[in-house]
C-alpha cells in the first residue's frame, strides 16, 4: 500500500474529504443512514470552514464544501473549477476575495453533481461564464434521480446552467497559461472533464479520483468500474512524476497515488467480477469481503468497503 497514503492523518482525511464538516465525524453508516446523503452533506457544508491551500501558479485550493474547488488567479481575473454546494456561497465569496481582488470571469465544472456545481448559479449572478461539458448541462436542466442518494434533483436555474458547452475538447487562454478540458466518456458519471493548466503542470480530475477514499459511481447517469478505470488511465498518460493533481474529495495528490487508486479498483473489479460469476448473490459477495485489503485506507468515510462492493456488483 503506498505510504503516501497512509502518513495522511484520519484529522487530515476530515479536512480533505470536503464531504464531512470540520468537528463532525460521519462514518459510512451513519452517512448512508440518514435519508439522504445529500440533505446530510449540504447541512454539514453550512456549518463547515472553507478552507485554502497554495498549491503552484497562481492556483489555490479551497476544501469544506462538498467537492474540491481550484481556484485560478492572474492577471485576467479569477478562474474556478467547480463551485461547491450552495450553502456555501459567502464562505467560499471570503476565501475568494482574500486570494485576491480580481473579478470572477470563469466557472467550470468538471460534472454535473450539486456538491460540484450548486454554486454556478451565484457565481453566474457575480458575472462568471461557466464552461462544462454538454451533459452537465444537460444534466442539470433535467429532472434526475439518483437513487444510491435517494434523492431527486429538479432542474437548475437557468442562471445556474453552462453557457459555452463542448463535446470532446476545450481550450481557453487565460492568466497568461493555456487550459485544457478533456471529456472523459461516462465514468463516474456522464459528464465528466478534465482540467489541466499547463504552466502550472496542474491537472484537476473531478470524481474520477477520490484520493484515499472508495469513490462513488452514479449508475443513473452513466457511471461505471471499467469508466472509472478508463478515467484512472487517461489521469495517468497526463500526468507525469511532477504533476499536482486534484482529486475531487481529498488531499492533493500525485502520479504515484493515483496508480496506487487505479491499481485498487482493478483489484476490486476483478474480485467482485469472478465471485459474481460463481453465482454468488449481491449479499454474499459483501460478505466475502473482496475489498478487505484496501479498506483501512480507502474506506473510513463516505463510500465503505460494502457499499463499493454493491457499486461494483451492479456493473460486473
Not at 75 to 83: F, I, P
Not at 139 to 144: H, P
Not at 208 to 228: E, L, V
Request: hydrophobic share 35%; proline share 3%.
Amino acid at each position: 500500500m503506498n505510504n503516501e497514503i497512509k502518513k495522511q492523518s484520519r484529522g487530515q482525511f476530515i479536512r480533505t474529504t470536503g464531504l464531512i464538516a470540520i468537528g463532525t465525524l460521519l462514518s459510512p453508516k451513519d452517512l448512508f443512514s440518514q435519508t439522504s446523503p445529500v440533505i446530510t452533506f449540504r447541512n454539514e457544508a453550512a456549518k463547515a470552514k472553507i478552507t485554502k491551500q497554495a498549491i503552484r501558479g497562481g492556483i489555490h485550493l479551497l476544501e469544506g464544501s462538498g467537492g474540491n474547488i481550484g481556484v485560478f488567479s492572474g492577471r485576467d481575473g479569477m478562474l474556478v473549477v467547480d463551485s461547491g454546494i450552495g450553502v456555501s456561497e459567502h464562505k467560499i465569496h471570503s476565501a475568494l476575495a482574500s486570494i485576491g481582488d480580481k473579478p470572477l470571469k470563469y466557472v467550470v465544472n468538471t460534472h454535473w453533481h450539486f456538491d460540484h456545481a450548486e454554486g454556478n448559479e451565484w457565481m453566474h449572478k457575480k458575472g462568471a461564464t461557466i464552461i462544462a461539458h454538454e451533459n452537465t448541462r444537460n444534466n442539470l436542466a433535467s429532472t434526475i434521480r439518483v437513487n444510491d442518494w435517494n434523492y431527486t434533483f429538479n432542474p437548475a436555474p437557468g442562471a445556474a446552467l453552462p453557457t459555452i458547452v463542448f463535446k470532446d475538447q476545450h481550450k481557453l487562454s487565460f492568466n497568461g497559461s493555456e487550459i485544457r478540458m478533456k471529456y472523459y466518456n461516462p465514468c463516474h458519471t456522464n459528464s465528466d472533464i478534465s482540467v489541466y493548466f499547463s504552466e502550472a503542470d496542474i491537472l484537476q480530475v473531478g470524481d474520477t479520483w477520490w484520493n484515499a477514499h472508495y469513490p462513488f459511481i452514479d449508475h443513473d447517469t452513466g457511471g461505471s468500474i471499467d469508466g472509472m478505470i478508463a478515467a484512472s488511465n487517461l489521469n495517468l498518460s497526463l500526468a507525469t512524476n511532477k504533476t499536482k493533481i486534484i482529486p475531487g474529495h481529498g488531499a492533493v495528490g500525485n502520479r504515484n497515488q493515483l496508480l496506487q487508486f487505479r491499481d485498487m479498483l482493478v483489484s476490486v473489479r476483478d474480485k467482485v467480477s469472478r465471485l459474481k460469476k460463481e453465482g454468488r448473490s449481491m449479499q454474499e459477495v459483501v460478505d466475502a469481503k473482496p475489498t478487505s485489503a484496501f479498506d483501512a485506507t480507502y474506506g473510513t468515510f463516505a463510500v465503505d468497503g460494502s457499499f463499493f462492493t454493491r457499486l461494483v456488483y451492479h456493473d460486473v
